[in-house]
């Protein structure tokens, strides 16, 4: 078994239901030809190098998985008849994968998937609302900094006013 990347770029204005279906078919496809998907990476809009269709942006999707040279001539006859793809390049990674080991790396990336997912559920957690009376301490020592920068600045101007004029 090989192990391939595809970067895909599709159309910026489909809708994310589109956008969805596309990459189920993608799925499909890889599971109908005995492939394994490792992961898919989405890279969101992008304003692309030069104009494809009449579109400055575009939508990226970088799929890695494991499979044959069947795997991706179906893949990217399929790729190549959708109108939602602007543009398509899949590489070879590396030649000699097992079965087992692609299974383990995609079973690697969901964990390590799930954990980033966990640990962003954590982070809102810590990021509770502030006491009234903290928040007004802080906006009253944030004031304070700033006309301390203010008063700063000013004198500075003065001082080179007067530096100007003594020059004169």
């Given at each position: 078994m090989?192990?391939?990347?595809t970067v895909i770029i599709s159309d910026p204005d489909l809708q994310d239901q589109s956008r969805t279906e596309l990459f189920d078919k993608i799925r499909n496809i890889i599971a109908r030809e005995n492939g394994i998907l490792l992961y898919v990476d989405e890279w969101g809009s992008k304003k692309?190098?030069?104009e494809i269709n009449k579109k400055q942006r575009g939508h990226y999707a970088c799929m890695t998985y494991g499979g044959t040279g069947d795997l991706?001539?179906?893949l990217e006859r399929n790729l190549g008849l959708s109108d939602?793809?602007?543009k398509y390049m899949t590489?070879?990674?590396s030649t000699d994968e097992t079965a087992e080991a692609l299974a383990n790396e995609a079973r690697d990336a969901e964990t390590a998937q799930a954990e980033t997912?966990?640990?962003?559920?954590a982070e809102t957690v810590q990021d509770e609302p502030v006491a009234a009376g903290e928040a007004e301490e802080a906006m009253d020592a944030?004031?304070?900094s700033q006309t301390q920068e203010s008063k700063a600045d000013s004198e500075v101007s003065e001082e080179t006013v007067?530096?100007?004029?003594?020059s004169i």
């Open positions: 090989r192990k391939y990347e692309l190098a030069y991706v001539k179906e939602n793809v602007m590489i070879l990674l997912a966990t640990a962003g559920d944030e004031t304070d007067t530096d100007d004029q003594n």
